[in-house]
Nanobody, 123 residues
């Protein structure tokens, strides 16, 4: 069992920055895949970024490349999503997710989800 708890959402103006955090606890090891998803009202769920614990590289959606950075503090079991140059279209509920199979991430159906944190970008 894996438990994920997000924090760090809020409201910012366009061009601003936010950092989301996801505290990971439970039965995890270096092979678990982590991802950030987002979903705006009336839109499909989108995988924003994904990686696996212990990796220094991440994959990003084209819509956020160059603006968002996925990082992790393995000592604290926390993953982060640094979001810069935020745009109104980034407004959504953001979810931290995890699964031992990367295919589940690709299918947008990971087994473990956090409760979500709202990000609103508006002037």
């Amino acid at each position: 069992q894996v438990k994920l708890v997000e924090s760090g959402g809020g409201s910012v103006q366009p061009g601003g920055s936010l950092t989301l955090s996801c505290a990971v606890s439970g039965n995890t090891d270096s092979s678990i895949f982590m991802a950030w998803f987002r979903q705006a009202p009336g839109k499909e769920r989108e995988a924003v970024a994904s990686t696996y614990t212990g990796s220094s590289r991440a994959s990003y959606a084209d819509s956020v490349k160059g603006r968002f950075t996925f990082s992790q503090d393995n000592a604290k079991n926390i993953v982060y999503l640094q979001m810069n140059n935020l745009k109104p279209e980034d407004t959504a509920m953001y979810y931290c997710a995890a699964d031992y199979e990367y295919s589940k991430i690709l299918l947008k159906q990971p087994e473990y989800w956090g409760q979500g944190t709202q990000v609103t970008v508006s002037s």
